[in-house]
């Protein structure tokens, strides 16, 4: 049976005027032609920075860790949010957190705790709707942070799905010191924060690879710019690592900290250090990027030996065929709001706003 999105995508496209839809599918033979031979090419010249990369100790092959009777205590935590509607210069947006936790060593006996709501954003108020929006979920899901750090057993592990400092891109101070409060309740109990990021656009590693292999091979340096991004980057390297492979492990790049930005700079200066890394579980997974806060009294130059231990303990939790720490993953499934559950929300929404005085309807219709 078709999925109905499927079916919902071709009568789309079967509604597209003729006239516009032959230029339109000429167009798409001719992209695909031209990223088909990109490909070939990022192939080849992904061989040869695979190999001087191993050679430079770049990318890293560890043992894969054997899967422990006992887990330690560790708590996975997502937010979600879904922006739909808008009424009279007003939206009704769903937000929600989900925490799920492993207090009792097991991934099989877990806790769930989670908290939802509608709130209210107002248009006079906020020009940019959407931003708000994920400003208002990334408040919420700091503050479970802070709450659940403050709650959980020392030197127990958080797994946030998506990076530390969220949003990559915020400065306001006031969320800065939200979130950095997070931070310090974090190191207060000797609890290790890591951020589980599924799709990154940085160019940290790009940059930091580019930069070594320079000083041995200059124009096999300059190749890294055909590759648009670390993931970009690091999908092909690790896909070839990985096929060519004769001992049992996972592959995961040099330990780096956090490229040094307008935003990044905001928690240096409060004394917080992060480093990353990527990894890839097996073969058939996607690239997943950790980030670990790093503790005061952990050394600079002892960072990367604690972040290869995070690393191990992310491939422990993860189910095989599965690029994501199954408390991350449950955490995500749990608070995920849909996009047709907004919807269906904000109907029930307006079901009740609706009135039988005609001026009132007519004044309804107009607004929406």
Known sequence: ??????????????????????????????????ARTELKNLAKITERLAKKSLELDLIKIRPLPQSP???????????????????????????????????????TDLEVEVSANIEEIQQKEFQKVGADVSRMMFTVETKAINQWAKKAPEESYILLDGPIIDPPS?????????????????????????GCVKRSFDLTFRNHINRLIHAKDAQLAGLTVHYPSDTHLLTFLLSFLSKSMSTSGYL????????????????LKKGFRIHF?????????????????????????DAPEFVGRILDLCVQTTYPGHYVPLLVQMAHEKCNIRQGCAEVLFEDIMTRVRTSEPLEQIVLSKMR
Not at 1 to 29: G, H, P, S, W
Not at 255 to 264: A, F, H, W, Y
Not at 277 to 299: D, S
């Open 69 to 107: 009777n006992k887990i330690p205590k560790m708590a996975g935590i997502d937010g979600s949010c879904q922006q739909v509607g808008g009424f009279g210069g007003k939206w009704y947006v769903p937000i929600s957190c989900a925490i799920v936790k492993a207090i009792k060593g097991s991934l």
């Open 252 to 267: 995961h790049t040099d330990i780096i900290p956090l490229d040094t930005n307008e935003v990044t700079k905001l928690y």
């Open 277 to 301: 890394a990527y990894l890839q579980r097996e073969i058939g997974t996607t690239l997943l990027r950790v980030e670990v806060l790093i503790p005061e009294e952990i050394k600079d130059k």
């Open 1 to 34: 049976m078709d999925n109905i999105y499927d079916v919902l995508r071709r009568y789309e496209f079967n509604k597209t005027e003729a006239e516009t839809l032959q230029q339109l599918v000429q167009r798409a033979v001719e992209k695909g032609e031209s």
């Open 170 to 194: 915020e400065k306001d101070s006031t969320y800065v010191n939200l979130r950095s409060g997070a931070f310090r309740a974090c190191l207060a109990k000797k609890i290790c924060l890591i």
